[in-house]
């Protein structure tokens, strides 16, 4: 059975548990889940392999690729600046990034972006690799195009054009760019080990990621070849832009860590990812990040229903993913965002909890991730 590290504050052993049988019956790799409560961190365990070939233990500073997991940071980002006074939600994307208004979109307003009703969830334009990773070839690519349907009519995933659209907004607003700002704004106040764009020096603590394995089961659905392999609106923008992107081993390579995908590439702790949502729900060693007002206002439901991209349905406040979309496990007062193949970070405004669950085994499914589920019923029961 692999060993699981870290601390565990008593009554929250169940946790713990759940965490020890993802190992056992759900076929982790290396992971890691941190809980907050009361303000304190209760849960903060790790354990399996950062490198199973390598041999390479996950150790207490172990650090993964989390995907859109990331988006929640972003959001933090645009609820901060909205907070601020430094964005209007309400008014034009426009009127920030003036290029944006081109092919008709000159009245989509900033909240749009946030609940992902902009339209703009593939990006057109013929782009090679370096030109998505450099950021002003994709995001010029986005201001001029037209919408994928009409803006603010129905809501689809912006699963990758997300990032660059927020990020875009906060580049013009703060002269910095969106990964910069979370360093300084959010990761530095609180110490948290969370990049979006990774300096070289903290290359070495990140663990690999495993791409998610075939279907075991003979005639089984294969989710992820069904993302991959279709020239649907799903097909553009999972794979997009360009066809460039697959969830396989790509995603190890220093490029694609060095760059600033605030949609998509974030790499964190599970600390870390606690950490932060739990700074959002209350005071952390003296910084909160948000207003309970700015927050509550932030889970307000900006889209919710079939969704256009993922044909299912989603259910989105101010770029925070909300219940049930979120996690079946998740409280009516949960708010945060999972990433693919398994990663999560939310906090639970009523139980005043935070979780950060962060792996390197991909796995996908249409009804949820067993293990991030198994972890959250775990804290729900150590509650009480």
Excluded at 23 to 41: D, L, T
Excluded at 90 to 106: C, D, H, I, N
Aim: hydrophobic letters at 45%.
């Amino acid at each position: 059975m692999t060993q699981v590290h870290g601390s565990v504050a008593p009554g929250f052993e169940p946790v713990a548990d759940a965490f020890a049988l993802n190992f056992e019956r759900h076929g982790e790799v290396g992971a890691a889940c941190c809980v907050y409560a009361g303000g304190q961190a209760v849960v903060d365990i790790w354990g399996g392999f950062a490198d199973r070939e390598a041999g390479h233990a996950w150790e207490r500073d172990t650090a993964a690729l989390v995907f859109s997991t990331t988006k929640g940071a972003t959001a933090l980002c645009m609820n901060l600046l909205a907070e601020r006074g430094a964005i209007d939600l309400a008014r034009p994307v426009a009127a920030y990034w003036p290029e944006f208004a081109a092919a008709g979109k000159g009245a989509i307003p900033v909240r749009w972006l946030l609940g992902h009703r902009a339209g703009l969830a593939a990006v057109d334009g013929d782009l090679t690799l370096d030109e998505v990773l450099a950021w002003d070839p994709v995001v010029q690519a986005l201001a001029a195009q037209a919408p994928n349907w009409e803006p603010g009519t129905a809501h689809g995933y912006h699963a990758r054009s997300y990032g660059w659209l927020n990020g875009e907004v906060i580049r013009r607003v703060t002269g910095k760019s969106p990964g910069r700002f979370f360093a300084d704004e959010i990761a530095r106040p609180l110490a948290l080990e969370f990049w979006i764009g990774l300096p070289e020096a903290e290359e070495r603590r990140v663990a690999r990621i495993y791409p998610a394995a075939p279907p075991s089961e003979p005639g089984a659905p294969d989710l992820l070849a069904a993302l991959m392999g279709s020239d649907s609106l799903l097909g553009r923008v999972m794979t997009g832009p360009s066809n460039l992107f697959r969830y396989d081993d790509m995603w190890n390579r220093r490029a694609l860590h060095a760059a600033e995908m605030p949609s998509s590439n974030g790499i964190a702790t599970a600390r870390a990812v606690a950490r932060m949502y739990a700074a959002l729900i209350g005071e952390i060693d003296g910084v909160r990040l948000l207003r309970p007002d700015t927050v509550a206002r932030a889970c307000e439901v900006q889209s919710e229903g079939p969704d256009r991209v993922l044909v299912m349905p989603t259910r989105f406040g101010l770029g925070f993913m909300l219940p049930p979309a979120l996690s079946r496990r998740a409280g009516p007062s949960a708010f945060g965002h999972p990433g693919a193949g398994g990663s999560l970070g939310l906090a639970d405004r009523e139980r005043g909890f935070a979780l950060g669950y962060v792996m390197n085994q991909m796995q996908f499914g249409l009804t949820g991730d067993p293990r991030s589920e198994g972890l959250l019923e775990a804290v729900e029961r150590s509650l009480g």
